[in-house]
C-alpha cells in the first residue's frame, strides 16, 4: 500500500524547507505544496532593502524558484488555496485558480500557513496609501508608490512573472509622497524609516511605548532613537494613533492625544499575528499565544498533523515553555526537521531563543532570551540586569566605537537569562555568544570566564560581553 | 601580625591585573610589583599597529600609567630586576636601576614573567636589522628604522618617558629600508606584512611550513596567502631559513634549500618561549610545555607562589589537561583571579580554549579549540572536520562576503572540538560563537540548532557557523 502524500500547506520557509527535506531523504515520497499566492520561499526579511532600493528586483528575494522546487520532485501548485481541513478523513479541500475546489488526502500534513501583519485597531488601515510590510505584494506596492507617476511597473520592480499587476495599478498615476508615517517602531518600523529616508522622505515614526525596539529593552531603544533623529526621522514615543484619514487615500493620522500629522503614505507596522483561521473547525489545538501548539517534533494535537513557522509556537530556551516568537530561521529549521521526521527519521524542531538582530541604519542592535524583568519574573526567575557601555576594539585601535550590553540573569542560581547589544562596530553578531551561552545553560560566572577571542582591530582584551558579565557577576554577588 | 606583602614578578598584563585586583578587594594589603624594564602593562597586541602607523603615539599602547598604579596603592617598581627566589625563606632577591640588591620578603608571589621572542635557530638573528617584534622596544626600533635619517626621535616615536633613547640610537642615520623578510608566518608575521607593506616596502614572508597561521588550518592560511600575494606580498612557503648574513647590518637572507634575497631588514617572528629562566633553581615545576605547571588556581608546585600570563599553562577546555597558549585575555583573566584567590576570596583563573583572531590586511580569521587531526588524536580523539563556504550575509544583500568555516569533532560522541573562520566581513568575531559552545561542551548536533542571529545585513538565515554544523552533523551520521 503506497501512503498518501505529504502535503504542506503554504510555500514559504517552513513549507518548503520541510519538502525539500522529506524528498531528499526519502525520494519516493510524494510531496504536495498547496501555495495560495504567487510567491514561494522568498526573504521576508529583505523586503524593507528592497523598498529601500538596496535589493534590484523582487525576485532577488526568492530563495527557491518553482522550477527549482519541481526539480527536487516537489508537486509545487501556486494559487492554490486550502479552505478546509477533515482531520478524521485526512484529507484538504484546496480551490484552484480557476476556482475550483477538489479534495487532496494526506498521510501527513504540515500547517505553514504564517503570520500576517495586524492592523487593529487603527482605524482606516484599509485607506489607499495605507500600507502593511507583510510579503513581496506589500513591497511591490509601496515601491509603485514611491515611483514618479507612470514608472513603476512589474517590470521595473524586478517582479517577474509573480507579480499581479493589480497589486501595482492603484499606484500608476500616484506622485511620489512626501511626508510618511510609520505607525510602530518595532523591527519594520526601524528598518522602513531607513527605506524611506532613502527615498528622501520625511519620516515620522509612532510607537506607543516609550520606546522604539521594545523588545529590544530601554538601552537599545534609546540609541536607536538617537540614531534615528540624527538621521532626521522625527519620534513620536508614548503616541497612540488611532486613525488614519482620507477620503480616497490616507491624508492625515490622528493620535489619541490630539497629536495629528498630514502624510501623503502611512505605514502600519504594529506587528503580526499568526494565521490559523483555517484550522477553526479542526481539533488542532492552538496555544496560549494563539499560534499552533506543538511538541519538540512540531507535532500538534491532531494525528499526522504538524505545524511550524510563522502560525506555529516552539520550546523557549530559557524557560522550557512553548512560546510564539515568529522568525525566519526558525521557521527554516522547524521545518526541515520535519520533513526528516516525516520521511521517517525523526528530528526535533530545537528550542528557540529568541534571538533577533535588527539594523537601524548604522546601528546594530541584537538581543536574546529573557530580558524583561516582567516577563522573566512570570517564569519564575528573580532577574538581575547590568548594562555597560565598552568599545568594541582596542581603544587606541581606529574604529572603536561605544558598544552597550545588558546581561540578564537569575539571582538565585546565577544563570543567564538574556542579553542585548547595540552598536555601530559589528554589535549584532556578537548576541550569538550570549544565544549560544544561554542555550548551554550557563551562568553569568561561566560567561564570565569564556575564552573569547581578542585582537585590537576586533575587540578590546575584555570583549564587551565579558565586560558585561564581569559586571553582572558582581552584583549577584552583592 | 601583618603579613609580608603580595609581590609580582613583571608589570604587564597578569602582574598588574592581579596587583590591581588585590588591592580593589584587600585595600590594606601591601602589593608590591617589580618590573625590570620601563615599560608597564602595555598592549602587547597593538604593537603591529603602532608600526604600521596606524597608532600615533606608543605611549597609546598603555592600558595602566605607572600613575594610575600609584593611584591604586600599587608599589610599582620599574627598573627592578627580580633575579633570585627563595622559596624557603619566602624572599626574592631585586636588583634596582643602580645595580644595588635587596631581599623582598612576600607571602604571596605572582610569577608573571611573559614570554620572548624565540630566534632559534636562525644564525645572525642578532645582527643589526634583524629584529623580533616582543615588546614596545622592539615596536620603537623597528619604527625607528622605518625613518629617513635623523627623524626618529623619542618624542617623535611617542615613547614619552618610557623609551630609552639608547633603543632607537642604533637606527639614527639609518635610511628607509626597501626590502624586507619577514621570517615566520604565524600572526605576527601576517600583521608585520600588512604594517611594512603600508610603509612601502617590498615585503617577503618565509614560512616553513606549507601554509601560513598554521594554528588556524589550511581552509584559512590558503585564503590569507591568496590575501597577502594580492596585497603584493611574496610568500615563499616551505622555505626554511637558516641564516641572516651582513657585516655591521643584514643584508641578506639564505634559506636551507638554497634560496637567497638581498634585505634591508628582516623581522623574526617564529614565536615565543616562556620567560623561566628564574625558576630555574627554585622548586617551581614546569609542565611538558616548558612554561610554569599550575592548578586551576594559578598555584604552582611551591607553596604561596602563583604564576599567570605567558609563562604559565593553563587548563584547556576541550583537552581537561594543561596546556601553554600565551594569548592576552588569558594572562589579564588569571590575573585578576590570582589577585583575587591572593585577597582571600578563591577564584579559578578559567579554562582557555586557545581562541584567536587575526587581521591579514581585509581578511579576518578566527580559530578556538582543537583542529589539527593530528592534535586531537593525541588527546584521544576520533577528529572528523567539515568546511563550508558560506556568505556573510544573505545572497542578495549588498556586501555579502565568502565567508568559510571549518568545524571539527569527535567522531563517536559528535562532540565539538574546534572550529577556525575565515572572510572579510565580521568573520572573526563570529568565532566567539563556537568557542563558547566549545566551552559548554556542546555536540555538533547541539550546535546545529542554536538559535543564532538573522537579518539579512549580519547573516544569512542559517549563519555560516550553523550551515558548518549541519554538514559536519550530516558527516558524522555516516
Not at 479552505?83 to 479534495?103: Q, Y
Request: glycine residues 12%.
Amino acid at each position: 500500500m503506497t501512503a498518501d502524500p505529504f502535503v504542506v500547506i503554504g510555500g514559504d520557509a517552513a513549507g518548503l524547507s520541510a519538502a525539500s527535506k522529506c524528498k531528499r531523504e526519502d525520494p519516493d515520497r510524494e510531496v504536495v505544496v498547496f501555495e495560495r499566492g504567487r510567491w514561494v520561499s522568498y526573504a521576508h526579511c529583505g523586503t524593507p532593502y528592497y523598498v529601500k532600493g538596496e535589493v534590484a528586483d523582487l525576485t532577488d528575494l526568492l530563495s527557491l524558484s518553482p522550477e527549482a522546487a519541481a526539480d527536487r520532485g516537489i508537486d509545487l501548485r501556486r494559487e492554490h488555496e486550502v479552505t478546509g481541513i477533515d482531520t478524521d478523513e485526512r484529507a484538504v479541500t484546496v480551490r484552484g485558480p480557476d476556482g475550483d475546489r477538489h479534495d487532496q488526502p494526506y498521510d501527513d500534513l504540515l500547517v505553514a500557513t504564517g503570520g500576517r501583519a495586524l492592523t487593529d485597531p487603527i482605524e482606516g488601515a484599509d485607506l489607499a496609501g495605507a500600507f502593511s510590510l507583510h510579503g513581496m505584494d506589500d513591497a511591490a506596492a509601496i515601491r509603485a508608490a514611491l515611483e514618479p507617476a507612470g514608472e513603476a511597473t512589474v517590470e521595473s520592480l524586478g517582479g517577474g512573472d509573480f507579480l499581479d499587476p493589480t497589486v501595482i495599478e492603484p499606484y500608476a498615476d500616484w506622485q511620489p509622497p512626501e511626508t510618511v508615517a510609520i505607525v510602530g517602531g518595532g523591527y519594520v518600523g526601524v528598518e522602513m524609516a531607513e527605506a524611506f529616508t532613502a527615498h528622501g522622505l520625511d519620516v515620522h515614526v509612532f510607537q506607543r511605548g516609550d520606546h522604539v525596539l521594545g523588545p529590544f529593552g530601554e538601552a537599545v531603544g534609546e540609541r536607536v532613537e538617537a540614531e534615528l533623529r540624527d538621521r532626521g526621522v522625527t519620534l513620536h514615543l508614548g503616541e497612540t494613533v488611532e486613525r488614519l484619514v482620507g477620503d480616497e487615500r490616507v491624508e492625515r493620522l490622528a493620535c489619541a492625544g490630539g497629536t495629528a500629522l498630514d502624510v501623503d503614505l502611512a505605514l502600519v507596522g504594529v506587528g503580526i499575528q499568526p494565521n490559523v483561521s483555517l484550522l477553526a473547525d479542526t481539533p488542532v489545538e492552538l496555544g496560549d499565544s494563539g499560534a499552533v501548539a506543538v511538541d519538540d517534533y512540531g507535532r500538534t494535537s491532531a494525528d499526522g498533523v504538524y505545524a511550524a513557522g510563522d502560525c506555529a509556537e516552539a520550546r523557549h530556551a530559557v524557560t522550557g515553555a512553548f512560546d510564539w516568537v515568529p522568525l525566519g530561521l526558525t521557521a527554516n529549521r522547524a521545518g526541515r526537521a520535519i520533513g526528516q521526521t516525516v520521511a521517517g527519521d525523526p528530528k526535533q524542531t530545537g528550542d528557540i531563543a529568541g534571538t533577533a538582530v535588527v539594523k537601524a541604519f548604522d546601528q546594530e542592535c541584537g538581543r536574546t532570551g529573557i530580558v524583561d524583568h516582567e516577563r522573566a519574573e512570570a517564569a519564575g526567575f528573580d532577574p538581575v540586569s547590568e548594562t555597560v557601555t565598552t568599545r568594541s576594539r582596542s581603544g587606541y585601535y581606529p574604529g572603536a566605537a561605544e558598544t552597550v550590553v545588558t546581561l540578564t540573569a537569575d539571582r538565585e542560581t546565577g544563570r543567564l537569562l538574556g542579553g542585548t547589544i547595540v552598536g555601530t562596530d559589528r554589535a549584532a553578531v556578537r548576541i550569538d555568544t550570549v544565544a549560544t551561552a544561554l542555550e548551554a545553560d550557563m551562568t553569568v560566572a561561566e560567561v564570565e570566564t569564556l575564552d573569547l577571542a581578542y585582537a585590537p582591530p576586533f575587540s578590546p582584551v575584555w570583549d564587551p560581553v565579558l565586560t558585561a558579565a564581569k559586571v553582572l557577576n558582581g552584583s549577584l554577588a552583592d
